[in-house]
């Protein structure tokens, strides 16, 4: 992996943190208004948890499951699996990891090639099943969220997608009103906060989003209501510039 300065983004100045309130709305809204989210994370932090990667079948299991459940769209699962096997038996996967960014480029690594898109499953399948505490999930949606957060756009979908996402991320942290919230917590408000962008900008432009039902169908009976939930989406975003941002940016490439 070529070198990649990333302290040439210091300059920068974060645009605004994270409010911890906003975190706790979308933790509230994901336990008690998204229930296939909330399983689905809960099954594969089990997962992670109670199954080793000592064999093939394991890590399949695992592979096909943050696969599915999370739609990180691995194109070649069994090859995926027996990659990240061999990770396991040299070691590693071994917690605690000495640098997080590096191992989740390696396993998007997949035979050696260059797979940048990998980079998104990678993610997920660390956070997941090597250490929760020590890779913060990477896709699309959390991305715009946080882009919005630093206040420019970064091109978070090129080869160093992850690497740069870890560093502003980082950096977002560093300036935001937050308790001991866990990278899982924050996932759950990034992501949650860039879907909703996604469907404010799908109501512009007239067109039904691809994003999770049970969002969708939260965001098309709750939004503007008035009731608990409504009160939930303010909480969660209640920077309209910010918002702004989010829900008038193109899709990646």
Known sequence: MPNLNLTELDS??????????????????????????????????????????????????????????????VKRVLAMAEWILKLAKAGELAIPVLDPVTLVEHIAS??????DGCQVFASKYAHFCVDPGSFPIFDKYAARALLCHWGRDEQLFGQYRYRKFSYILSRVRQVSSLRERSLGDLDAYLWLTGVYGEWRR??????????????????????????????????????????AAIASMPEPP
Not at 49 to 69: F, M
Not at 204 to 224: D, Q, S, V, Y
């Open 12 to 73: 920068w100045a974060v645009q605004c943190g994270i409010e911890d309130s906003q975190i706790q709305a979308a933790l509230t809204l994901r336990s008690q208004h998204l229930p296939s989210w909330e399983a689905s994370a809960t099954a594969l932090y089990n997962l992670g948890r109670d199954l080793p990667s000592e064999t093939l079948s394991h890590v399949l299991g695992k592979v096909a499951a943050v696969d599915s459940l999370y739609n990180a769209q």
């Open 110 to 115: 997949l035979d050696g090639l260059s797979n």
């Open 202 to 243: 799908s109501q512009k432009e007239g067109r039904t989003p691809n994003i999770l039902t049970e969002c969708r169908r939260l965001f098309e009976n709750h939004e503007g209501k008035g009731d608990e939930v409504d009160g939930l989406l303010r909480a969660l975003v209640p920077n309209d510039p910010l918002f």
